[in-house]
Structures are given as C-alpha cells and as structure tokens.
C-alpha cells in the first residue's frame, strides 16, 4: 500500500460560519492521532478559525496556514485562506453573509478534489436558506456535488457501523413524494448501492431491502398501489440484472423487528422515512456519504445546530466518524480499483500458474 493511499490528503469545508461546522472541525482535529491516517486541510479563513478556537476550553489544536508555493505540513492540520474580508460571526444567526463564505470554501475545495490536490472531502454543515446565490441553487450538498462532477444520478446514504440507508428522493416537500417515485429512479438508486457497496464497502453480493411508500407497503393495495403498480416490479427487474433487491417491506415493522441486520444497506423512499429510524439508531455517530460519485465525500449526519454554535459544546464524533470514514472509503475503493484493474492479465497469470503446478506435478 502506498504512502498516499495510507494518508490521502482529506479537504474539510467549513459550512455555514454562523453553525457549528467550525467548531467541530477544531475539536475533531485536536487529537494529533487523526494525522496518522490523513493530512487534513481546511478551507476557510484564519481569522474565523481563531474566533472558534477562542471558544473551545482545553483544545490541543494546531494548525499550518498553506502559502502560495503549496507546501503542505504533514505534521499538523492546514488551512488554505479562501477570502481576505473580515467577516462578523454572529453565531446562530440566520445571515446570508454566512452562506456566502460557506460556499466559497465548497468552491475552492470541489475545485481542489477534481485537480487531485486533495484525495477526499468532509463537508461541515451547511444552512440550505443562508447558502442560496446565483452559483448555488440546489437543496443540499448532494445535487451540486452531482452537477459538479457530471454525474448522471447518486445517492445520499447513510452509514454507521449498523446499517446503511439510502433515499430514493432527498429533500423534496411530502406532497411531492409519490410523483417522484418511479421505476426509474429507484432503479437507477439500486444500481448506484449495488455498485458502491461493492467498490467501496468490500461487499461481493450485497442485499438490499426496499422499503415501500405506503404505511404497511400499501396493505395489498388497500392503502395506496405505488407498491404494487411500480416499486414490486421494479425490484423484480433489479433482480433479473444482478442485483439482490427484496420487499418492499413496511417501513415501521422493518426497523422495528430489527429486520435492518439482515441487509447490507437499506434503500426508503423519502428523507425522514429513512433518516428518522436510521439517527435514532445509529446513536449520533452516522455518517452521509455520496454515492455514485468519482470522487470520496462524507459528511456528518446533522446541521448547523443554530442553537448552540459558538458555546463550545457542540458534540464532534459524526463529523470524526465521517472524517475516518472517508479515508476508510479511499482506501476500499482504491484497493478494489487495483483488484479490478486488468481481471484478464491477473486470470491468465493463475492459469498459467496452475499449469506450471501440473507439470512439476507430472514430472
């Protein structure tokens, strides 16, 4: 294994100013251990870094400001200036101001990752209201990573050490659920978890649960046909192009019974029928990952946590657990990547050893 590949170099975003993004990042990256694994750079501003840093009683953090000849300090966490203004940070506080520095530090880290600068992206949380400009008009992380790398679809999954959930739609009002629940996106949701789980969680046939739309996955048709009309026969399809797909199971009775356990990752149809069981279950250490993206980004699995920004109290271990799993996801997928690489070259070289075997057995 390589040295870039043993410590990639991870980009962390630093979200919403006014949120608590900056303030788990210090805390997540005061314990030095953390640069065995990666060499973490920020993308925000010194001056706002420092303001956080102030709040935080009994931190240990240190970090390199990155100059113009790029160098990188391997033995500390660095930070690359993305603006010069002075900012007021108003913790808590609904501002556009905020929003605005939340994504050019998106900015210069998504154009970082797709020149190779950086191996992987954390991003700290943003507020999707304070955030919105004519460079940015999506609901979340997700749709403009998407666009940003020409993706044709991914999927938002959530990850924690007992299970993975997937939406087939994300952050979209309930009243506009069902009309964006067709055959086609939640086949293309299925071939995107079959193949990540593959690449990037070492899992050579993975199952997946699907959940239906309806309470009791529409009792038979009793209470709503969704199941019946599109997600059962589009599970079927799946089935028939390699992908173990099962259900549609009821959402409630799924979680309930612990059924979850029995499957590699679990795909809901909307936000909080995937999202509310999975938090409360993955005991605040979940992780959101992209994908069907080219490139590595995980995220912590809450927001901007308004009410308490800037108090010092801001619990740190999702946005650590996320930021462990995206070196983790690195290295699966770039392990996987070798091991699939030249399948021919590699068939070839065991036949040809087992006909070596044969004749030294023969002679």
Request: charged share 25%; net charge negative; hydrophobic share 40%.
């Given at each position: 294994m390589s040295q870039e590949l043993f410590r990639p170099v991870i980009g962390l975003s630093c979200g919403d100013l006014n949120g608590i993004g900056l303030e788990i990042i210090i805390k997540s990256l005061s314990d030095n251990r953390i640069l065995d694994v990666c060499t973490p750079i920020i993308y925000a501003n010194s001056k706002c870094l420092n303001f956080y840093r102030k709040s935080i009683h009994d931190n240990n953090f240190q970090f390199s400001i990155i100059?113009?000849?790029?160098?990188?300090?391997?033995?500390?966490?660095?930070?690359?200036?993305?603006?010069?203004?002075?900012?007021?940070?108003?913790?808590?506080?609904?501002e556009p101001e905020a929003g605005k520095y939340a994504f050019l530090s998106l900015q210069a880290a998504v154009n970082d990752l797709k020149s190779d600068r950086i191996q992987g992206l954390v991003t700290a949380p943003i507020h999707k209201m304070t955030i919105q400009s004519?460079?940015?008009?999506?609901?979340?992380?997700?749709?403009?990573?998407?666009?940003?790398?020409?993706?044709?679809?991914?999927?938002?999954?959530?990850?924690?050490?007992?299970?993975?959930?997937?939406?087939?739609?994300?952050?979209?009002?309930?009243?506009?659920?069902?009309?964006?629940?067709?055959?086609?996106?939640?086949?293309?949701?299925?071939?995107?978890?079959?193949?990540?789980?593959q690449r990037d969680f070492n899992i050579n046939k993975p199952k997946i649960a699907v959940l239906g739309l309806n309470p009791h996955a529409g009792d038979e048709g009793l209470i709503g046909n969704e199941e019946e009309k599109i997600i059962l026969p589009t599970i079927k399809e799946a089935k028939q192009k390699g992908i173990l797909a099962?259900?549609?199971?009821?959402?409630?009775?799924?979680?309930?019974?612990?059924?979850?356990?029995?499957?590699?990752?679990?795909?809901?149809?909307y936000h909080d029928q995937g999202l509310i069981p999975f938090k409360s279950l993955a005991g605040g250490e979940g992780v959101n990952f992209t994908a069907g993206l080219p490139v590595v980004r995980t995220s912590p699995d809450h927001g901007t946590?308004?009410?308490?920004?800037?108090?010092?109290?801001?619990?740190?271990?999702?946005?650590?657990?996320?930021?462990?799993?995206?070196?983790?996801?690195?290295?699966?997928?770039?392990?996987?990547?070798?091991?699939?690489?030249?399948?021919?070259?590699?068939?070839?070289?065991?036949?040809?050893?087992?006909?070596?075997?044969?004749?030294?057995t023969e002679e």
């Open positions: 100059r113009e000849d790029g160098k990188l300090n391997y033995k500390q966490a660095n930070l690359i200036n993305c603006w010069e203004d002075e900012v007021a940070i108003h913790p808590g506080q609904l004519d460079q940015f008009h999506y609901s979340g992380h997700t749709p403009y990573l998407r666009d940003c790398f020409e993706a044709s679809d991914v999927v938002m999954m959530m990850v924690a050490e007992n299970m993975r959930v997937a939406v087939v739609t994300e952050h979209i009002p309930i009243s506009e659920v069902a009309v964006h629940i067709t055959s086609e996106a939640i086949l293309s949701k299925l071939r995107i978890m079959h193949s990540s789980l099962f259900g549609p199971y009821s959402a409630d009775a799924f979680f309930a019974r612990g059924s979850y356990q029995q499957f590699d990752a679990v795909l809901a149809m946590a308004f009410d308490i920004a800037g108090k010092g109290i801001a619990k740190h271990e999702s946005f650590l657990t996320a930021l462990y799993s995206c070196v983790d996801l690195i290295r699966e997928r770039k392990i996987f990547d070798e091991n699939h690489a030249n399948p021919m070259q590699k068939r070839s070289s065991r036949v040809l050893a087992n006909l070596e075997d044969e004749r030294v």
